[in-house]
């Protein structure tokens, strides 16, 4: 791993996939087969892409007490206990709305209310997801939402991961679905006749998903789309080269693409990770990937101070931020832009990724400088509300009528002197 | 204006202008032309589009005090009152983060803090438009944003409106750019020699706008694209004819795609509203665009209850809904889906527009179901931190190793595994 100097123009930019032409079209008329021929075009392309013709897609009580029974009781356990955990911080995250009195008997009020249905994609391939089951639906669970959809792609032989079941199962969810790519992100957005549509599609997918999103959104609400996981460790010389090292493989192993970064003020330790960073790869079974990423795009930064480390990271805005340095806690003050923090030794990133509580779909690729991790606000709506009691609106009409005309806007001014004036009786 | 029955079909879709292939292109040129020549591309768009070649586009102390002097005593009055009501009604918006503590020593927390920098964008033409200022100003200053920028077009005459500069000046926001169109957003998402870049980018603005704030997406947050206004208005026979019909002319004067709809259980107030449309479109400066707006989306509909209007509403998600009927609260609660609601007669929307202290910038075409209005939450982020003690680490980590091998991450398992075991001393 190439150690640098620290400059301060470091940057998390990648050249990601954005999708081509033909990819775009094909999506397209993916999701205009499924707005006009409903479940027939779902289950074409899920025999299509699939490889299974279904003739319902809608998985059954027996299939999820089947994926409960066959998962080890461990497993069982710890997955409830992640679940615990996670809704216990976001239930922190819940608000209410407020009222706020104002004279002569008004009053301004904010109603907050969950989204009525959302759908969470859940990607299939070779490998299962229950962790992105519970990171999805606790937010929303947290938040109230009535109607909660899982779609996901399920194998030539018809069946999915049991641990994607039995995490759902976990949670109550009950509605899912075998289907998969645009075909999926379709029939949620606009229904068929055997699926209601949703208000809001989460969850992370492939190149069809992404691009599927895109051209829904505005008909419904989307999450991010999220890139590949990026970690930036800050460590200084208290730190210990095999663990630093260790968490910045956790990242790499993710994606080719991914991009692990280590900020450090020792250049003992920069020495010391580069070194266990190639020792531990051989290790690794996904070494290949892991391989990749780190020599794409991992980096080790000596910085002067850790307050230079602080500026480079804030202009960084990285996914994932280990602080692994004497005081941390207070270097962790200093940081502006960041999806999700890790302070001291023990606080490996995959804590947060499984287990601690917090979220892990977080923003990526920089955009945490505006973008926070998925919230349980991401579930919640406001609407604002205005009673003006005739005394108020006596008070105020005048002067809204002239910011009104200020404007151009005559119709607002005589719509707001309309009132009242001789028509007291009714 | 037609007069039918309620269905549970309403929709809110208009044909909205979603830019040609041309329009794209050009807007994509502008912004590779700023990205490339910075202030020398805007100055010559400047000159191209707003007919006025500029030295500086930044705006001087002495324009703005200069508009200051020539405001009008008592608007300024209205303006800083206005200013007043919407800070007091954002400042409820305004949320601080959690600490969580957990058993050990541990705890997780999320910071919550504003974005650094954004921009607003003020739309030129004939009119100006100050509350558009006021009301994507406030939410950020609330929030703590640290710098505030605007852009709004001059005129052929290098001036811009005084009530912009005045509501600015009220706001305390000094740094203002002449500057207009596609390249304005491109300087905003990504800077020239003499203007920083922003984080996110928000307020209304022709198609070129609309286009060039979606291409810049992902650089810089923005905030939804708004499609033309709405009103939905529910009234019973408690209802004065004159009162509802001029508050649906306020929003059909907006735009000749506004969209104004009255749903009631009143035949004769059905009947009386439409006759009221008529007789008053008839002395309406914005008569034209006011008359194609009622003609093309305009409606009257009967409802048979209100419990059959609170269904119709609902699945309407309007921008901006009035409830003129007895226990107007008390129906407001039944709505799940509108972006502002005003209670009772005196409630008129523009007291929302202008002066009440709600935001105006409202979800449209129906997204009401998913999105809130603009609110201090926009100019917010979050980031989770977690903080594990050796106690809870030694406690958690089989767990979490468990579920990471669960999905084939063993990275991730060895990364928490690595953790303290003979390494106590340092």
Redesign the interface.
């Known amino acids: 791993m190439e150690i640098l100097n620290l400059t301060t123009n470091l940057s998390l930019k990648r050249t990601l996939e954005s999708g081509n032409e033909v990819q775009l079209q094909a999506v397209r008329e993916i999701i205009a087969q499924v707005r006009s021929n409903g479940d027939e075009a779902v289950r074409t392309y899920t025999e299509k892409w699939d490889g299974i013709k279904l003739s319902s897609n809608r998985v059954t009580e027996a299939e999820m007490a089947q994926a409960v029974n066959a998962m080890d009781a461990?497993?069982m356990q710890?997955?409830k206990?992640?679940a615990t955990n996670i809704t216990?911080?976001h239930e922190?995250?819940k608000?209410q709305g407020?009222t706020?009195p104002l004279e002569d008997g008004s009053w301004?009020a904010?109603?907050v209310?969950p989204?009525?249905a959302v759908g969470l994609y859940v990607p299939g391939g070779?490998?299962?997801?229950?962790?992105s089951v519970l990171m999805n639906v606790i937010p929303a669970l947290v938040a109230g939402v009535e109607r909660i959809v899982i779609a996901t792609p399920c194998g030539e032989d018809g069946k999915l991961p049991d641990?994607v079941l039995v995490a759902a199962s976990i949670l109550g969810i009950s509605e899912i679905y075998k289907m998969g790519g645009a075909q999926a992100i379709a029939a949620l957005a606009y229904g068929t006749e055997t699926i209601s549509p949703v208000?809001?599609i989460t969850g992370p997918g492939n190149i069809f998903v992404a691009l599927a999103k895109k051209e829904v959104f505005?008909e419904?609400?989307i999450d991010m789309i999220a890139g590949p996981s990026e970690i930036a460790i800050m460590a200084d010389d208290?730190a210990?080269a095999?663990?630093i090292a260790?968490?910045l493989?956790?990242q790499?192993?993710?994606d080719a693409l991914a991009c692990a970064i280590l900020v450090t003020t020792s250049e003992r330790l920069a020495k010391e990770v580069a070194a266990e960073i190639e020792q531990?790869l051989q290790q690794?079974?996904?070494q290949s990937i892991?391989r990749q990423s780190i020599e794409n795009y991992g980096r080790i930064y000596i910085a002067k101070s850790m307050s230079e480390a602080v500026t480079a990271i804030n202009q960084l805005a990285p996914e994932h931020l280990e602080i692994v340095t004497k005081n941390a806690?207070a270097v962790?003050e200093q940081?502006?832009n960041?999806?999700?923090?890790?302070?001291?030794?023990?606080?490996?990133?995959?804590?947060?990724?499984?287990?601690?509580?917090?979220?892990h779909v977080l923003p990526t690729?920089s955009?945490?400088?505006?973008?926070?991790?998925l919230?349980v606000?991401d579930f919640l709506?406001?609407?604002?509300?205005?009673?003006?009691?005739?005394k108020?609106?006596q008070e105020?009409a005048p002067?809204?009528a002239?910011?009104?005309r200020?404007?151009?806007?005559?119709?607002?001014?005589?719509?707001?002197e309309?009132?009242?004036w001789d028509?007291d009786g009714?």
Chains 1, 2 share one sequence.
Do not use: C, M
């Not at 955009?367 to 991790?373: E, H, Q, V, Y």
């Open positions: 461990q497993i710890d997955l206990e992640a216990k911080y922190q995250q608000r407020f706020l301004l904010q109603k209310q989204l009525q070779s490998a299962a997801y229950p962790s641990a208000d809001k505005g419904v609400a208290s210990f095999d663990e260790a968490d493989l956790s790499a192993e993710h531990q690794l079974p996904r892991a806690e962790s940081i502006k960041a999806g999700a923090i890790f302070i001291g030794r023990y606080s490996s990133e995959p804590v947060g990724d499984y287990f601690a509580g917090t979220n690729n955009t945490a400088r505006f973008a926070s991790g919230n606000d709506k406001k609407t604002s509300v205005v009673y003006y009691s005739e108020t609106w105020n002067k809204i002239r910011l009104a200020l404007e151009g806007l005559e119709g607002h001014a005589r719509a707001v309309s009132r009242g028509k009714k």
